[in-house]
């Protein structure tokens, strides 16, 4: 329970509390667990590949966008402590803290029960390692793709996703999202879920991104 909880702390939090761990030592190890386990995965599932071809794949599914969305479904962006003014700033949605959680929870269970454990967790989060790529490479990740253009020039966290409203009854529920780069207003979506409705502000972005590159 202890490097659980360890593994949900954030920075913010443990520089408010003396005498408890961030999860940045678990999140430094938990990287390397990841790349192993996602790295034999590829290696057995994909025995004609180059290894070229196997540390593209391995990237798009240890990286960024993609842990932070696996974060996301996981449930760790409500589970995730945060300091009060961290909450205040929207780090509960900020892509590294997401992408750190995902990383440190894996450190936390490999030292917990081993690396079978590790790799037993880490595949269930994952699923059919297939299906995940087709994601990533097909189109289906607009949020990725415009991280992927926005990252080089303003790094990870330039991108903020608001929910502006939720309309509707529990059954029928619309979100509304404005998604900003540097403060700036980039795309807005609507959708029947968070996840829905981000996809959509991010796909409204990209298609004005070919005219014209937000400054």
Same mark, same amino acid.
């Given at each position: ?7 949900? @702390? ?14 940045? @030592?678990?999140?430094?190890?938990? /990287? ?44 760790? #962006? &409500? ?9 205040? !700033?929207?780090?509960? /949605? @900020? *892509? !590294? ?17 081993? =690396?079978?454990?590790?790799? !037993? ?9 297939? &299906? ?7 189109? #289906?990740?607009?949020?990725?793709? *415009? ?9 990870? /966290?330039? *991108? ?15 979100? #509304? ?8 207003? =980039? ?29």
């Amino acid at each position: 329970m202890a490097l659980l909880q360890d593994a949900l @702390r954030h920075p913010s939090a443990a520089a408010v509390r003396p005498g408890v761990a961030s999860n940045q @030592r678990l999140e430094f190890l938990g /990287d390397s667990v990841l790349q192993l386990i996602v790295s034999e995965a590829l290696y057995r599932e994909y025995p004609e590949a180059r290894e070229g071809e196997l540390s593209r794949r391995r990237a798009s599914l240890t990286k960024g966008v993609f842990l932070a969305e696996l974060a996301r479904e996981l449930g760790l #962006d &409500r589970m995730l402590e945060l300091s009060p003014a961290e909450e205040l !700033s929207g780090g509960r /949605d @900020r *892509l !590294s803290s997401l992408e750190d959680s995902c990383e440190a929870l894996a450190g936390a269970i490999y030292l917990d029960a081993g =690396i079978d454990a590790a790799r !037993s967790a880490v595949l269930a989060w994952y699923g059919p390692l297939a &299906r995940r790529l087709h994601g990533s490479e097909h189109g #289906d990740n607009p949020k990725g793709r *415009l991280q992927e253009l926005v990252q080089p020039a303003h790094g990870n /966290d330039a *991108l903020h996703y608001e929910v502006t409203q939720i309309k509707g009854q529990p059954h029928d529920r619309h979100f #509304d999202v404005h998604l900003h780069l540097l403060g700036k207003l =980039i795309g807005s979506g609507t959708g029947r879920s968070k996840k829905e409705a981000e996809e959509n502000a991010a796909h409204e972005a990209l298609r004005q991104w070919k005219t014209s590159a937000p400054n």
